[in-house]
């Protein structure tokens, strides 16, 4: 548990313009893009408590985390 949130801009730091502009023009990556920072945040609420989770729904929410930046990665290249 690291309480540092995933932006993308940080996980993929040399893709920023790029994401930019497939926010603007791809609907797929607007919506992978907004459910990524949707679930981003509640991981981080989580982890700093200020909405606690049990584990099992944490460890869930991480692997959704992790599907959408795969998914968002493969977007990028």
């Given amino acids: 548990m690291t309480h540092t949130p995933h932006e993308l801009a ?3 730091p040399d893709k920023v ?13 607007r919506k992978l893009f907004d459910e990524y920072h949707e679930v981003n945040r509640a991981i981080h609420r989580a982890e700093t ?4 989770t049990d584990q099992f729904h944490e460890e869930d929410m991480r ?13 990028l290249r």
């Fill in 10 to 12: 940080e996980e993929f």
């Fill in 17 to 29: 313009d790029k994401i930019h502009t497939l926010k603007e023009s791809d609907a797929h990556f």
């Fill in 49 to 52: 408590f200020t909405e606690p």
């Fill in 63 to 75: 692997k959704q985390r992790m599907r959408l930046k795969d998914e968002i990665a493969g977007l």
